[in-house]
T-cell receptor
Framework: DQQVKQNSPSLSVQEGRISILNCDYT??????FLWYKKYPAEGPTFLIS?????DKNEDGRFTVFLNKSAKHLSLHIVPSQPGDSAVYFC?????????????FGKGITLSVRP | DSGVTQTPKHLITATGQRVTLRCSPR?????VYWYQQSLDQGLQFLIQ???????AKGNILERFSAQQFPDLHSELNLSSLELGDSALYFC?????????????????FGPGTRLTVL
C-alpha cells in the first residue's frame, strides 16, 4: 500500500521556467512532510520541509505548498536551473507517532533543459 | 557532504552469503536509520536505532539485523542473501528521532552502499 504517491515519474521543463512537482498521501496521521533531492551515485539531500500547521514554506527558489484537505503537497522551483536536474522524493511522517520513520514516494525525475 | 559516511560503497557477493554494511552518523546525532531502495522503488524504511537501542522496525526481513554501537556507528547485517536483496542501502542520521516535537528533526543521508547479489 503506497501511502505516499508521486504519480508522475518524470518532468521536463525549460531553464528559467517553473517546475511543479506533485505528491499525494493517504495516511491522515502524517503531519510533517519533506522533499529530498537525489543525484546519481549520491544519497538523498534534504531540500525543504513543512509542518501540517502551515500551508506554505519558502526557502529561496523552493516553495512547498500543503493542502491538507486534499492530502496533497507540491514543490515549486522558480526559476528552474539545469543543476536542479535530479530525482525528487516526497517523504512524510507522523511526528506524534511512535517513531520518526519517513515514508517515501517513488520519486520524480526532473530534467531542466538549458 | 551530509556528514554521514557509509562503507563500502559497492559490494558484490553471491547468493547465500552474508555481508555487513557500516554507517557512521553525523557528529552529535543519536539516531540512525536504515533504508533500502530497490529498482524503481522509493526508499523503504528498515529499522531505526536511537542511542544504542532499537526504536522502530519497518519492512525488515528476518534475515536482516542491525545494531548501534556505543560510539553510535551502526551496522546492518544481511544474511542468506537472495537475488532480490540487490539494492541500494542508505543510512541516515538525526539529532533525536523520538516522537513529539523532536520528531520534526531532519534526517541526513549517507551516500549509500550498492549491494549486488549474483
Amino acid at each position: 500500500d503506497q501511502q505516499v504517491k508521486q504519480n508522475s515519474p518524470s518532468l521536463s521543463v525549460q531553464e528559467g521556467r517553473i517546475s511543479i512537482l506533485n505528491c499525494d498521501y493517504t495516511n491522515s496521521m502524517f503531519d510533517y512532510f519533506l522533499w529530498y533531492k537525489k543525484y546519481p551515485a549520491e544519497g538523498p539531500t534534504f531540500l525543504i520541509s513543512i509542518s501540517s500547521i502551515k500551508d506554505k514554506n519558502e526557502d529561496g527558489r523552493f516553495t512547498v505548498f500543503l493542502n491538507k484537505s486534499a492530502k496533497h503537497l507540491s514543490l515549486h522551483i522558480v526559476p528552474s536551473q539545469p543543476g536542479d536536474s535530479a530525482v525528487y522524493f516526497c517523504a512524510a511522517k507522523a511526528v506524534t507517532g511512535a517513531n520518526s520513520k519517513l515514508t517515501f514516494g517513488k520519486g520524480i525525475t526532473l530534467s531542466v533543459r538549458p | 557532504d551530509s556528514g554521514v559516511t557509509q562503507t563500502p560503497k559497492h559490494l558484490i557477493t553471491a547468493t547465500g552469503q552474508r555481508v555487513t554494511l557500516r554507517c557512521s552518523p553525523r557528529s552529535g546525532d543519536l539516531s540512525v536509520y536504515w533504508y533500502q531502495q530497490s529498482l524503481d522503488q522509493g526508499l523503504q524504511f528498515l529499522i531505526q536505532y536511537y542511542n544504542g537501542e532499537e526504536r522502530a522496525k519497518g519492512n525488515i526481513l528476518e534475515r536482516f539485523s542491525a545494531q548501534q554501537f556505543p560510539d553510535l556507528h551502526s551496522e546492518l547485517n544481511l544474511s542468506s542473501l537472495e537475488l532480490g536483496d540487490s539494492a541500494l542501502y542508505f543510512c541516515a542520521s538525526s539529532v533525536a528521532g523520538a516522537s513529539g516535537r523532536a520528531g520534526t528533526d531532519t534526517q541526513y543521508f549517507g551516500p549509500g552502499t550498492r549491494l549486488t547479489v549474483l
